[in-house]
């Protein structure tokens, strides 16, 4: 008999986003309209309060491009078409002690919303439309604002991706 059909072995509780025994992957979504990008102004930890990407974690059985589909949905109400991958992001929150407090790998997906206004629900409080610069005086994780200048300069270079 192994460990992982012994019902007698206690496993250890990998559902807590905090001090977890593994990464979460999260996804990020760099959304645009036109020149302007979606920001939104967090209502849950990490990060309380600061304008970042919406996003959230992957549940099992949920590509990553549904993923970020389904977090856009939930956070503002708008409806996005995922055009790729801008990048990974490794997010690591020590606590005071060092600890590791939270741990998400984070893959960024740009997409286009052609339509309609953010109303926020789930966990943003705010949402907003900035351009590439103005996301860039907004944000205070400086990978938000790399992403955000990474994915502009993707648009730049492939303009015909997803528009």
């Not at 996003?55 to 790729?84: D, H, K, M, N």
């Not at 005086?137 to 730049?156: F, N, P, Y």
Request: net charge negative; glycine share 8%; aromatic share 6%.
């Amino acid at each position: 008999m192994t460990a992982s059909s012994d019902p007698t072995v206690t496993r250890p509780d990998r559902s807590s986003r905090e001090y977890p025994d593994r990464p979460w992957v999260g996804v990020g979504v760099v959304v645009w309209r036109g020149d302007r990008v979606l920001l939104i102004r967090r209502g849950k930890a990490p990060r309380l309060g600061q304008w970042s990407l919406p996003g959230g974690a992957q549940s099992v059985g949920e590509t990553v491009f549904e993923t970020a589909i389904r977090e856009v949905r939930e956070e503002t109400g708008l409806e996005v078409v995922p055009t790729g991958i801008v990048t990974v992001v490794d997010a690591i929150t020590p606590d005071a002690e060092g600890r590791v407090h939270y741990h998400y790998t984070l893959v960024e997906v740009a997409a286009d919303s052609a339509e309609g206004n953010p109303v926020c629900a789930d966990d943003a409080l705010e949402a907003c439309w900035a351009t590439a610069e103005e996301a860039g005086d907004l944000t205070e994780w400086d990978e938000t604002r790399r992403v955000i200048l990474m994915s502009a300069e993707q648009r730049k270079a492939h303009p015909a991706s997803g528009r």
